[in-house]
């Protein structure tokens, strides 16, 4: 360090500073190439390793004025060196000399800071994902002092922590949910409106756009927010921290604009438009009684014109995995858009997990979702009744028989018997977690699904990601409502 830079202890409790000018220079010289500093060495500046990237900026007026004045009291004046591009470099564009550094942003990128210089380079790397609103606050290290997680305020106005494992900056979506894309309509009534809309207590029945449109009116406030089993998961996994998107049919109108903004509020990529024409939003009316008892009425709308057309190298991208729903085999184009998903999931290096959605489903499906199992599929996703249908065993024991026959990944709930996880000759055996208050069960296996594959994707160990998926589906089964609520992993260890 030049002489004058050295303090002196001498009757005072300070320390010398303890790093060199020899050992900081070379860290100077490459920021200065990095970011882009134009400038030369003067006579009075330190010795460097390499000169500066770009000559000095044009002397401007003030500047000649200045080196005038200095000159006349024998002082010798030479140009600052600058953070701004006085030629271009690092593909970006030299300076314009507009005149507007003090007080904006330079529309061309010439004045260097992390945003223009930096950022750019890290994502167009492939190893950079930008999570904005987010503060880091702790960095965790292992047994051989390598960067282990990251724990970070999402949003400082909620105060909620999150963690994440660094291998989930690799790839900037970790989970791509392609899933038919329903409102949930939750009002509270009695049971005399269940009795004048003539509806079984504790259905799930299809109607049409009529009415659905009598139900809605007849309901009163509700609370409105995206809804169906895949895009529950996509929800819950964004909430855990998750880098999630999703591929969903909406119309332009009014449960549309609720089922994206809802969805995107929570950081999901909504990959879609809205459609102009066609079906009205998809959107299911569920009456919970006093009881606590939930009814449905689904009107499936827009989402059954998702098609082949929606599902392209472009839409699909290059996610960790993508997460089907077994629903979306009802659809008219079901069986060939999830065909080109699972093509392009592949080529894009992408794991396909399907979600079995329910045994009827199962029922309906069963030899397409053999083939799809045996052949293409890396995760499924169920509970016990639906692995049973697929595989045609009568019981659990005669069902893990046959899954060792397959080379897949099984994450299978049992409900108050917890969650078996079966991959080959490996089975990992999770226990229920103690429910202090059941209020709504609806939501448990999707939430099992976002915490499973959350720690999947982030190279959890199988018992983990297990005893997260089982975290996860015990607090949402004790909470009206089917969504993973942010900060629910300040409570987990």
């Not at 051989?144 to 970070?152: T, W």
């Not at 990959?271 to 939930?294: E, F, M, N, W, Y």
Request: hydrophobic residues 40%; negative net charge; charged residues 20%.
């Amino acid at each position: 360090m030049p002489p004058k830079l050295v303090l002196s202890t001498s009757g005072t409790n300070f320390a010398d500073w303890p790093i060199s000018y020899a050992e900081l220079e070379p860290y100077y010289t490459k920021v200065d190439w990095e970011i882009g500093v134009s400038g030369t060495p003067g006579p009075f500046d330190a010795p460097r390793s390499k000169p500066f990237p770009m000559p000095p900026m044009p002397i401007k007026s003030s500047g000649v004025l200045l080196e005038k004045g200095a000159n006349a009291l024998g002082l010798h004046a030479q140009a600052a060196p600058l953070a701004i591009l006085s030629q271009p470099h690092n593909g970006r564009a030299g300076c314009i000399h507009c005149g507007f550094c003090m007080m904006f942003g330079c529309e061309i990128g010439a004045k260097s800071s992390t945003l223009a210089a930096m950022i750019p380079l890290a994502e167009a790397s492939g190893h950079c994902e930008i999570r904005p609103l987010s503060v880091v606050i702790r960095i965790d290290t292992d047994a051989n002092g390598r960067a282990s997680q990251v724990v970070y305020y999402f949003d400082a106005r909620l105060s909620r922590v999150f963690a994440t494992k660094p291998p989930a900056m690799i790839k900037a979506t970790q989970l791509l949910g392609i899933s038919n894309a329903i409102v949930d309509i939750l009002a509270h009534v009695d049971h005399g409106i269940i009795e004048k809309l003539q509806i079984v207590p504790g259905s799930m029945t299809l109607v049409d756009e009529r009415r659905a449109s009598e139900i809605y009116a007849m309901t009163g406030p509700a609370t409105e927010m995206s809804g169906g089993s895949v895009a529950n998961s996509i929800a819950g996994f964004a909430n855990l921290g998750g880098s999630a998107a999703y591929i969903g049919r909406v119309k332009a109108d009014q449960f549309g604009e609720i089922f994206n903004h809802d969805m995107r509020s929570l950081g999901v990529d909504i990959r879609l438009q809205p459609g102009k024409d066609g079906a009205p939003t998809a959107r299911s009316h569920v009456l919970i009684t006093p009881d606590g008892q939930r009814t449905m009425n689904t009107y499936l709308g827009a989402c059954t014109e998702l098609s082949a057309r929606d599902v392209t190298a472009e839409s699909v991208a290059t996610p960790q995995a993508i997460l089907l729903e077994g629903y979306v085999w009802d659809l008219p184009e079901g069986p060939a858009l999830t065909r080109k998903a699972i093509e392009l999931g592949h080529a894009a290096g992408a794991s396909i997990a399907l979600s079995l959605s329910d045994s009827f489903c199962v029922e309906r499906h069963r030899e397409a979702f053999a083939d799809v199992v045996r052949n293409r599929v890396d995760i499924v996703l169920a509970n016990e009744q639906e692995v049973c249908k697929l595989l045609q065993a009568d019981s659990f024991e005669e069902m893990l028989d046959a899954i060792r026959a397959y080379d897949n990944l099984f994450a299978i709930t049992r409900s108050e018997q917890g969650s078996v996880i079966v991959q080959g000759a490996t089975v990992v055996t999770q226990a229920a977690n103690r429910i202090e208050n059941l209020v709504d069960s609806t939501g448990a296996g999707d939430a099992y699904s976002a915490g499973f594959l959350f720690g999947w994707v982030n190279r959890y160990s199988l018992a983990e990601c297990a005893r997260l998926g089982t975290f996860c589906a015990s607090r949402v089964i004790q909470q009206l409502g089917a969504r993973i609520e942010r900060g629910l992993l300040d409570d987990y260890t």
